[in-house]
């Protein structure tokens, strides 16, 4: 079996500042499409985490939460109001079930996924400028510090550990 599928996946940054018109979009022309399967897979950490985490290993600043953090917006009934399916998932054991539905659906789909904004996007290889700069913002005070250590620790120990995920 063959699936035309297109998929695309967002952080709510980017829902928020540019994509949800374009689901407009998507609702306005996907009876048009030979195949409607779509899948708009939105990482939702209520954050402009790729920003917070600039800052953080960057600058070495710890997150300004008057500027990160963003209105909760219920990204999977926005893509029902405009007539796409929207699913919700923010359980990591519902994962399978909710792709299924998803690419089960004879419509466009948004899926939400609710995420953990502490889980450090780590690049492969870090800088020791970006380390130092990443242990400056924990001595600043970051307002999320505790998770961060906890996060970063689980995330670098399941790379390198045989056998272990990061979660």
Known sequence: MVLDVKFHSKRPWAMQMNNMAE???VAK????????KWICMVLNNSDLNQVTWEQRVMEGDPKFEASQDIPSVPYHKFAELIGLKGIYVD???KMGAA??????????VVL??????????LPPHITLAEAKA????????DPEEGNI?????KQVLGAVLPGHRGT
């Open 23 to 25: 689901l407009i979009t």
């Open 112 to 121: 939400e996924v609710k995420t953990d904004p502490n889980v450090p996007p």
């Open 134 to 141: 990443f242990a400056s913002t924990l001595m600043k005070g």
């Open 149 to 153: 250590l906890i996060d970063t620790a």
């Open 91 to 93: 359980d990591d054991e």
């Open 29 to 36: 022309y996907w009876k048009q499409w030979a195949s409607p």
């Open 99 to 108: 792709w299924e539905e998803a690419f089960a659906s004879d419509r466009p």
